[in-house]
């Protein structure tokens, strides 16, 4: 090959990775993400508002929350424990890999007026014999001159090929922006007085009996919902409104 033409196929090289680069990772070219989330999220009516001796009752969206969160759908619900005051806010979305990924607990939480208390850290939840969920966890202070709340969030991802929840270390490069769709969900509560663990967390208990139910709406062919272990939730607090999701 004369010298002359490699700096020609050089160049033609270039602009192949570099469109392949560009459809792949940043305009999806080669596939339709919002079909594929649309279609997915169907799914999600499969997830029943009634899990054991929790009831749920779904709460409004704001179209401005819909936005900023990437959802394509979603399940914004907030489930009570019969008999108590214990609430659990359960919020499951499906969109682009892009959005789902960005808008974590630290950006919505501070928004409504909420502060991170101490790191981020990470709770596994085992269910269903062999498998486990990561999750991340942080709490959330907001004080007025009413009343203080204090919040405790855990929230994890799910590739639709994968279907496993996880918190992975820089979740952007871990899934990357050619994953197209992907899922994330929070689970969240007020922290009670006598929480002394990640365990003593109602979100944490309440996490641990529906993730079973969750998995069989979204990946089995048939989805059924699970009965529910016997509840350790005891001494109900007072319920106060929790921040919109994102």
């Known amino acids: 090959m004369s010298r002359g033409f490699l700096p020609i196929v050089l160049a033609v090289i270039l602009i192949a990775v570099v ?3 560009e459809g792949v990772y940043l305009k999806d070219r080669w596939g339709t993400p919002g079909v594929e989330a649309s279609e997915l999220g169907q799914r999600f009516k499969h997830v029943p508002k009634k899990i054991g001796d929790w009831t749920g009752i779904d709460m409004p969206v704001s179209k401005d929350v819909k936005e900023r ?3 394509v759908n979603f399940v914004n619900r907030r489930y009570t424990l019969e008999g108590t005051d214990h609430s659990v806010d359960l919020w499951l ?3 682009h890999s892009r959005d789902i990924i960005r808008h974590t607990p630290d950006i919505c939480y ?3 007026g909420f502060q991170q208390q101490g790191s981020q850290l990470r709770y596994t939840v085992n269910y269903n014999g ?3 969920a990561r999750f991340f966890t942080s709490k959330f202070n907001k004080e007025d001159s009413l009343v203080r709340q ?3 969030v855990f929230w994890a991802w799910n590739h639709p090929d994968i279907q496993k929840w996880d918190a992975p270390d820089k979740a952007r490069f871990h899934y990357g922006m050619s994953t197209r769709t992907l899922y994330k969900m929070y689970f969240t509560s007020r ?3 006598d929480e002394d663990t990640f365990d003593d967390s109602p979100a944490a208990q309440f996490a641990s009996l529906v993730l079973p139910v969750i998995d069989a709406a979204l990946f089995s062919e048939q989805p059924t919902a699970t009965s529910s272990p016997e509840s350790r939730i005891e001494s109900p607090k007072p319920e106060v409104e929790s921040p919109e999701p994102g």
Do not use: F, H, N, P
Request: charged share 20%.
């Open 93 to 95: 979305i499906i969109g």
């Open 19 to 21: 469109t392949v680069v």
């Open 69 to 71: 969160s990437g959802a």
């Open 191 to 193: 922290l009670t007085t």
């Open 150 to 152: 204090m919040q405790r």
């Open 110 to 112: 501070a928004s409504s």
């Open 130 to 132: 062999d498998k486990e």
